[in-house]
């Protein structure tokens, strides 16, 4: 198809979708726009020609040499820069980030307090569960990534701690703003949604405002491409590993001689008990848990969505309602830990997504 009769026929389309839609009865317009938009793109990629290029017919090195630019049809180029990306890794990111809040809480930490217990006799366990698994766990030593690498891949992911960042790696620097962002947005878009069917809302439920879903999605996006980024190499073993480790000393925390040895009725007193004994403090360990569920679920949401700019609203507030009750847990939690005791809410929710200025970019945000 040449280039001005596809222009002529999209023009006509367009005019002929405008004029069938003002006809249309308000309940009948949503499902027919979707299908008319869908008929639309299928029919620029006919004038397209299909696959073939026209570049040689451009160039003179077609069969019929040179052409006229009105017989050459115009070329159609798929818009697919936000599905390259791979799953495989930002489902690891988010196993990442939960494997992350517990080693902030100190469940590795107290395995090695456990180990060396075990081993210098300062713990009072000889026969049990918890005494059979530290004794597999000193012979063996099933975990070929230790806290160095954690401590990197955590830098290189979510820009965290002050851990060696290798020359040359890609360092997610702003995982922390676009995250924040992200949970804000999804918060304030629920309640923003919340007042406009309860406050603002018109006679019928169909006629009421909706939140800005533009801005989740950019959000979403820009995060999610930037996990991509940053999350090649050792990190999806990694969290392999990590998390298999984590799933051992978590049942290693729960077993009934080390809950007695610390007169513990669960595993998370049991944690408690070895960092408060040995260590003298504890690290907000009913926030993080809460952060580490919640943290985890919105970034898969973010891994598994595929954010198309023209959803219909009712299907993405279905979608992101289990997303924005994560983020609002999320927030709640984050509010009570030592760094986001100074987070003012939904409210400016997208001044975090810029970036601090380079020299204070290496600051640990957790």
């Given at each position: 198809m040449s280039l001005t009769d596809s222009e002529y026929i999209q023009s006509l389309f367009q005019q002929f979708m405008q004029d069938e839609l003002n006809n249309l009865p308000q309940a009948e317009r949503q499902s027919l726009s979707r299908a008319f938009e869908a008929r639309f793109g299928q029919l620029i990629r006919d004038a397209a020609g299909g696959k073939e290029s026209s570049f040689p017919d451009l160039v003179g090195f077609g069969s019929e040499g040179v052409t006229s630019f009105d017989e050459i049809p115009p070329a159609y180029i798929e818009a697919d820069f936000d599905e390259g990306v791979t799953p495989s890794q930002l489902q690891a990111s988010a196993e990442l980030y939960f494997i992350l809040q517990h080693d902030i809480m100190g469940v590795f930490k107290s395995m090695d307090i456990l180990r060396r217990q075990f081993r210098d006799g300062t713990i009072r366990i000889q026969r049990g569960p918890g005494a059979q698994k530290l004794y597999l766990l000193e012979k063996w030593r099933p975990l070929r990534y230790g806290p160095r690498d954690r401590s990197i891949a955590y830098g290189r992911v979510f820009n965290h701690g002050r851990g060696p960042k290798p020359a040359g790696a890609v360092i997610n620097r702003n995982f922390q703003h676009q995250f924040v962002a992200l949970i804000s947005s999804l918060a304030k878009y629920y309640r923003d949604l919340t007042v406009s069917e309860v406050v603002r809302g018109g006679p019928a439920l169909?006629?009421?405002?909706?939140?800005?879903?533009?801005?989740?999605?950019?959000?979403a996006i820009d995060l999610r491409y930037a996990l991509d980024r940053s999350s090649y190499g050792?990190?999806?073993?990694l969290t392999h590993e990590s998390g298999m480790y984590l799933s051992e000393a978590l049942g290693i925390l729960d077993s009934p001689d080390i809950k007695r040895a610390y007169d513990a009725t669960n595993r998370w007193q049991a944690l408690e008990g070895i960092l408060k004994r040995n260590r003298g403090s504890i690290s907000d360990l009913s926030q993080r848990a809460k952060m580490a569920e919640a943290g985890r679920?919105?970034?898969?949401?973010v891994a598994g969505s595929t954010f198309d700019s023209d959803v219909?609203?009712?299907s993405f507030r279905v979608q992101a309602r289990t997303a924005g009750s994560h983020a609002e847990a999320w927030i709640a939690a984050y509010r009570l830990t030592k760094e986001g005791r100074h987070f003012p809410g939904a409210n400016a929710n997208l001044k975090w997504s810029r970036s601090l200025p380079y020299g204070e970019q290496e600051t640990a945000y957790y």
């Open positions: 169909d006629s009421r405002p909706y939140g800005a879903i533009a801005t989740v999605q950019r959000i050792n990190i999806v073993s679920r919105i970034l898969q949401w219909d609203a009712d």
